[in-house]
């Protein structure tokens, strides 16, 4: 359970770390839009492909 919650973390923070290089280093105010939104579609597919196994759906992976 502690790994679960360690995983996930670690997903959260790596995705903060990009949302802050892209907000530095993409002058384009549409791309960086859509490179958000990759990161936030990647990181809750990841927070998600953990959980399932716990809630009983077997994971993907």
């Known amino acids: ?3 679960l ?3 996930i ?3 959260v923070v790596v995705g ?3 949302f802050w290089v892209i907000d530095k280093f993409c002058p384009d105010a ?3 839009y ?3 939104l990759l990161v936030v579609l990647v990181c ?3 927070i998600i492909s953990r959980l399932l196994p716990m809630m009983g759906y077997p994971s993907f992976f």
């Open 1 to 3: 359970m502690i790994s």
């Open 44 to 46: 809750l597919g990841a």
């Open 30 to 32: 549409r791309l960086a």
């Open 9 to 11: 973390l670690i997903i």
């Open 34 to 36: 859509l490179l958000k």
């Open 5 to 7: 919650v360690i995983g």
């Open 16 to 18: 903060a770390i990009l």
